[in-house]
Nanobody, 124 residues
């Protein structure tokens, strides 16, 4: 049974930092691309960043370039999202997802597995 478990969300002031973690289990993800998405109240789920499990190539949304960084730890089967210079508009529930291809896609419906989400709130 595949599980993606996010952690690390919370309340932070604008300009602050948080690191989200996504612990993956239940299968080998070596051929997968892992992604982070976010969803604010009343808005559609939005792509944030992705990383190929093998090779470590990354891709970020324009809205977070230069502020967020995605990485993975193969030994821990964990994907991270380091978020710096946070803004109030970054407030959302952040989701980890797994896509069973070694390529980048921003399309949420393409992803095969999802975590339960973790709340990030940035105060002004």
């Amino acid at each position: 049974q595949v599980q993606l478990v996010e952690s690390g969300g919370g309340l932070v002031q604008a300009g602050g930092s948080l690191r989200l973690s996504c612990a993956a289990s239940g299968r080998s993800f070596s051929s997968y691309t892992m992604g982070w998405f976010r969803q604010a109240p009343g808005k559609e789920r939005e792509f944030v960043a992705a990383i190929m499990w093998t090779g470590g190539m990354t891709y970020n949304a324009d809205s977070v370039k230069g502020r967020f960084a995605i990485s993975r730890d193969n030994a821990k089967n964990t994907v991270y999202l380091q978020m710096n210079s946070l803004k109030p508009e970054d407030t959302a529930v952040y989701y980890c997802a797994a896509y069973s291809r070694q390529r980048f896609t921003k399309t949420a419906s393409a992803y095969d597995y999802w975590g339960q989400g973790t709340q990030v709130t940035v105060s002004s």
